[in-house]
């Protein structure tokens, strides 16, 4: 859950960055680009958003931290790392 809730916080203040840049953007330092990466970023973040946001369903409906193919345990190391993960790392291997 605290895995969680910082990813969250980091997602905010990235969206609250790009905010800012946008309103000092009239120097024309950005670059098409610059804009283009920090689109990307921003996309990757608020996909990133949707998987917490399943995480915290899974955490309410106590299958958080289940493979969803194997059915076992994700070890705390790997949710550590990837708190939206839904699979272990061996069924995630084997799924694209
Ligand atoms: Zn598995």
Known sequence: MAAL???FEAIVEANALVAVD??????GS?????????ASLLAQAREHLAELDLA??????????????????IP??????????????GCAGRTP
């Open 76 to 89: 705390a190391a790997r949710l550590e790392v990837r708190p939206a993960a839904t699979t272990c790392v």
């Open 22 to 27: 946008d309103e000092h953007d009239p120097e």
């Open 30 to 38: 950005s670059t098409a680009f610059e804009r283009a990466h920090v």
């Open 56 to 73: 915290v369903e899974r955490l309410a409906s106590g299958a958080y931290g289940r493979c969803e193919v194997c059915g076992e345990p």
């Open 5 to 7: 809730t910082r990813d």
